[in-house]
């Protein structure tokens, strides 16, 4: 069906930014729905963000203003844009698209 791999993760500075990529194979131009999820050291996985096919995107509120998801459905890519990174955004960052499917991750360190 649909195969998703993660890559753009990391060791930044607080401040920093980074550019989360999701390379999907399959029937991706279909997909109405795809997000970014994270999961920090000993905590669950939780949505960061999401966007449909109509541009409509959402945010976890501690993002907002600082990430900018997005998608080239020609290129079948899920982008996550991540600016003024803080240390709470360290995670292993997952893409996810409607139906179930998962990647397996990219690291994201925000530290000195």
């Known amino acids: 069906q649909v195969q998703l791999m993660e890559s753009g993760g990391g060791l930044v500075q607080p401040g920093g930014s980074l550019r989360l990529s999701c390379a999907a194979s399959?029937?991706?131009?279909?997909?109405?729905?795809m997000a970014w999820y994270r999961q920090a050291p000993g905590k669950e996985r939780d949505f960061v963000a999401r966007?449909?096919?109509?541009?409509?995107?959402n945010y976890r509120d501690s993002v907002k203003g600082r990430f900018t998801i997005s998608r080239d459905n020609a290129k079948k890519m899920l982008y996550l844009q991540m600016n003024n990174l803080k240390p709470e955004d360290t995670a292993v960052y997952y893409c996810?698209?409607?139906?179930?499917?998962w990647g397996q991750g990219t690291l994201v360190t925000v530290s000195e």
């Open positions: 996810y698209t409607e139906g179930g499917n």
């Open positions: 399959g029937s991706i131009f279909s997909i109405n729905l």
């Open positions: 966007i449909f096919l109509s541009g409509i995107t």
